[in-house]
Nanobody
Framework: QVQLVESGGGLVQAGGSLRLSCAAS????????MGWYRQAPGKQRELVAT???????NYVDSVKGRFTISRDNAKNTVSLQMDSLKPEDTAVYYC??????????????????WGQGTQVTVSS
């Protein structure tokens, strides 16, 4: 049906950059909010950034000025450009999207979807 597939991530030195991308596929009618979350070892998953279909953006304070979220509504993709990375950014990053999709029955449904996660490691 619907899935989110992430790409990007990896190992980078402090001060470096990485770009994460996420593509949604399936019988998608509409994607409202798309975003990125992260979970560091021993910590709860936290919101990193979100972007609505209209382009409204929200960042967690710790990444403001360093990370940039963007989306392509026509391609159902969302990206996260991460600059000036710090060791404390090390985590598994998850793509998230609230998607309205066709079920084939004439009655669409909406659900919250997660990507499989991608590791970002920043060395000091």
């Amino acid at each position: 049906q619907v899935q989110l597939v992430e790409s990007g991530g990896g190992l980078v030195q402090a001060g470096g950059s990485l770009r994460l991308s996420c593509a949604a596929s399936g019988s998608i009618l509409r994607i409202n909010v798309m975003g990125w979350y992260r979970q560091a070892p021993g910590k709860q998953r936290e919101l990193v950034a979100t972007i609505t279909s209209g382009g409204s953006i929200n960042y967690v304070d710790s990444v403001k000025g360093r990370f940039t979220i963007s989306r392509d509504n026509a391609k159902n993709t969302v990206s996260l450009q991460m600059d000036s990375l710090k060791p404390e950014d090390t985590a598994v990053y998850y793509c998230n999207a609230y998607i309205t999709y066709s079920t084939g029955s004439g009655f669409p449904k909406s659900s919250n979807y997660w990507g499989q996660g991608t590791q970002v490691t920043v060395s000091s």
